[in-house]
């Protein structure tokens, strides 16, 4: 082969390297922006391709790099290929959970975590105005918050036990991994208190923590009545923590879509099962949820960087 030729086919190959490069990589008008939240004015919260959240003042530039990433400066820092970005975000997240946890249980007050999978802020909002969580609606409203993403149970639930985004849990998707970072269980193991978790048939995450299963025993379609039976039976004499997951409204909403009268239903009654789980109860509540749902063609889903997969309530009830 001449010299010539070798050259020429080095120039070649690398044109059509860049045009891949160019024509594969993100497009900065893709780049999700939520807008209108409610939250802080000139502040934004920038999800990043490693699973992390951050938040920033001021966005100075977003740019293309000369690969084709996009590229977000945000004053100290910058961001390669984010996820997207909330425009005037909740002040709160799912990673402050933690937070009212530890505090409570400083305090010498035991705590119940009641954790509504599926409902995101938009759908309680909603569900409230339209009637169908009463109970719910009659506690002081819950405080908007962010979840993680991808808006998915397991690496939300990740986040919400521990305090920390997917970065640090290492919970990206719904392989069932060891969490990397330690669990509000863990901290409270370490404080001489006891935890336990009530879930359906299937333990979502890979920790430490006595976990009750539950299965349809009396097979109509859901397990919830089951896991609200055990709740019952443990606050009789409750742990320090006692978290209590249930999964019917995303269920249904998943099948018939999140506003459906069949998912609505079924809040309804998980709203029944709260009040009388708190009724009695004398700590410490957190009434909250993973991610929310949006519509789609048939039924619901999530996992999307959309404001309704995004956003959850954080309820409280006797924390002072
Ligand atoms: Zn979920
Ligand atoms: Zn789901």
């Known amino acids: ?16 390297g860049f045009v891949i490069i160019y024509f594969t990589g993100q ?26 959240v951050l938040y920033t003042k001021n966005i100075d530039k977003i740019r293309k790099s000369i690969l084709n990433n996009i590229v977000i400066e945000a004053g100290s820092f910058t961001v390669t290929n984010p996820i997207g970005i909330i425009e005037a975000p909740p002040s709160k997240s799912i990673t402050d959970i933690k937070q009212y946890v530890l505090s409570s249980i400083d305090k010498e007050n035991k705590v119940l975590i ?23 609606a009659s506690l002081d409203k819950g405080i908007k918050a962010l979840t993680v993403y991808p808006p998915i149970t397991d690496v939300a639930f990740a986040s919400m036990v521990t305090g920390e985004t997917p970065k640090y849990t290492g919970i990206h998707n719904r392989e069932k991994r060891p969490l990397l970072a330690p669990t509000i269980f863990d901290m409270a193991y370490e404080k001489g208190k006891t935890s ?3 879930e359906g048939n299937i333990r979502i995450l890979t920790c430490d923590v006595e976990t009750i299963l539950n299965i349809d025993e009396n097979k109509n379609g859901t397990i919830d009545d089951e896991i609200y039976r055990s709740a019952m039976t443990e606050l009789k004499a409750p742990p320090n923590i006692l978290l209590v997951h249930f999964h019917s409204y995303d269920d249904m909403g998943h099948k018939y879509g999140p506003s459906s009268k069949e998912a609505l239903e079924q809040l309804r009654i998980l709203d029944s099962y709260v009040e009388s789980m708190v009724k009695d109860y004398t700590g410490d509540i957190i009434i909250t949820s993973d991610h929310g749902m949006h519509d789609v063609e048939d039924g619901g889903n999530h996992g999307d960087f959309l404001s309704l997969d995004l956003f959850i309530p954080i309820i409280l009830k006797n924390h002072k």
């Open 1 to 16: 082969m001449s010299k010539k030729i070798l050259v020429f086919s080095i120039i070649a190959i690398i044109i059509i």
């Open 27 to 52: 497009n900065a008008a893709d780049l999700p922006i939520i807008t209108d939240t409610g939250g802080a004015p000139h502040s934004f919260a920038i999800y990043t391709e490693d699973g992390d």
């Open 114 to 136: 009641i954790y509504i999978d599926g409902l995101g802020y938009e759908l309680y909002e909603r569900a409230m105005e339209e009637g169908n969580i009463p109970y719910m």
């Open 196 to 198: 336990k978790v009530i």
